[in-house]
């Protein structure tokens, strides 16, 4: 059975940090690629960044100089912190698993960031 267990949401000021994890189970980790999506209230779910299995990283605009995805095979987890955050960062966070057409998904993590 795949799992993926996202956790370390929470509420935050801007200009706050916060450290997203994603724990998955029931497959080979070190071959997929990890992403990070977030899905603001009302609005489509998008993609944030991304980790390749050879750790080549990719980011959205929006989130360039502030967030860093990190990955570590040997505890089947990867990471998202984020720095500066700001009020329009504000959305449930999703970890997603893909290898070819293989996709799996997490359950989410809220993140708000508001005084």
């Known amino acids: 059975q795949v799992q993926l267990v996202e956790s370390g949401g929470a509420l935050v000021q801007p200009g706050g940090s916060l450290r997203l994890s994603c724990e998955a189970s029931?497959?080979?980790?070190?071959?997929?690629?990890m992403n990070w999506y977030r899905q603001a209230p009302g609005k489509q779910r998008d993609l944030v960044t991304t980790?390749?299995?050879?750790?080549?990283?990719n980011y959205a605009d929006s989130v360039k100089g502030r967030f860093t995805i990190s990955r570590d095979n040997a505890k089947n987890t990867v990471y998202l912190q984020m720095n500066g955050l700001k009020p329009e960062d504000t959305a449930v966070y999703y970890c997603?698993?893909?290898?070819?057409?293989?996709?799996?998904w997490g359950q989410g993590t809220q993140v708000t960031v508001s005084s």
């Open positions: 980790i390749t299995s050879g750790s080549s990283t």
């Open positions: 029931g497959i080979t980790f070190k071959i997929y690629t």
């Open positions: 997603n698993a893909r290898f070819s057409a293989v996709d799996y």
